[in-house]
């Protein structure tokens, strides 16, 4: 895997807290909503960090990548609910 997500060491604190407070969030979402996906995403992700790394803050990155799918009870409202969960841990931290 292009990125082992679980090695924390690397990251900043509020990317470790996000990883530990998301995992068990995405635990509550349907299989193709799970960690593994961020997992996925966060591969891709940092696969095309490499080509745009003058213009991408890593941390930011990491952060949206871990918050993506963080609300999955339907699509309709997936992505506001995400967004408005990501802004209240990082409002809390």
Known sequence: MYFNILNLNNMSNIV???TEFAKAEYAKHDPMH???HVEQVM???LYL???YR???DPEILRLAVIF???WYENYDEHAD???DMAI???KSE
Do not use: C, G, Y
Request: no cysteine.
């Open 54 to 56: 003058a213009e991408t």
């Open 68 to 70: 993506h799918d963080i």
């Open 43 to 45: 591969e891709m992700a």
């Open 81 to 83: 609910k995400s967004v």
């Open 49 to 51: 960090e490499d080509f």
């Open 88 to 90: 209240r841990f990082l």
């Open 16 to 18: 470790n807290q996000a």
């Open 34 to 36: 799970r960690w593994d």
